[in-house]
């Protein structure tokens, strides 16, 4: 179970992790949770649903280019000219999404970080993380959520997954994000063989 999580009877998943492995997720978590800004949960939408409901978030796109990664354009194509009437479309669209969007966000992010809180580690600085279905959507969507970060930060794209990570040399000033790219990408995609199995 070490490194990778494994399927709980019942639903669910379970990982073992050591002390550093806790201190680097969390410290990843609550960096995500300040790039995506705090919540309202002080504002008048809080005290009133219905306000909440019709409550309207930004029209323009992020200008950080991680933001921008967890927060894209839903028409058109990033970097590219978009005609005006396609333009128009992604603001509303992203005026009456990006808020809820933000939330759920927000709440995957607060789940992975009081989840590893509730870790009491073991005789060897370790403990077991056991995650309920609900624990693991979260997961997963933070796990997405940090890799895109991440992935923006270093300017990787799509057609870069490939080799040319594995060979950055140990000099490279980018290779620690590299391996936080990587090693991210492992705790997923065995968190969704656990799932799926």
């Not at 492995?21 to 009133?48: F, K, M, N, T, Y």
């Not at 794209?157 to 790219?181: I, T």
């Not at 991210?184 to 799926?196: D, I, P, S, Y």
Request: charged share 30%; proline share 8%; hydrophobic share 40%.
């Amino acid at each position: 179970m070490a490194g990778h999580f494994e399927p709980l009877a019942g639903g669910g998943a379970a990982v073992a992790l050591d002390e550093v492995e806790i201190s680097i997720l969390r410290s990843l978590a609550v960096q995500l949770l300040e790039l995506i800004g705090p919540g309202e949960a002080d504002g008048p939408e809080a005290a009133d649903p219905l306000a909440r409901l019709f409550a309207e978030g930004p029209s323009e796109p992020p200008t950080d280019p991680a933001l921008a990664r967890l927060f894209p354009d839903a028409y058109g194509t990033p970097g590219t000219e978009q005609d005006r009437q396609e333009r128009a479309h992604a603001a509303e669209f992203r005026r009456y999404t990006e808020n809820d969007l933000r939330e759920r966000k927000r709440q995957d992010a607060l789940g992975v970080v009081r989840s590893l809180d509730s870790l009491t580690p073991g005789g060897e600085g370790g403990a077991v993380l056991r995650l309920d279905p609900d624990g693991c959507r979260q997961w997963l969507g933070a796990l997405n959520d940090l890799r895109l970060t991440i992935a923006a930060r270093l300017e990787i794209g799509d057609e870069d997954e490939g080799d040319a990570l594995y060979r950055l040399p140990d000099s490279d000033p980018r290779k620690p994000m590299v391996m936080a790219y990587l090693w991210l990408g492992g705790l997923q995609e065995t968190l969704v063989e656990a799932l799926t199995s």
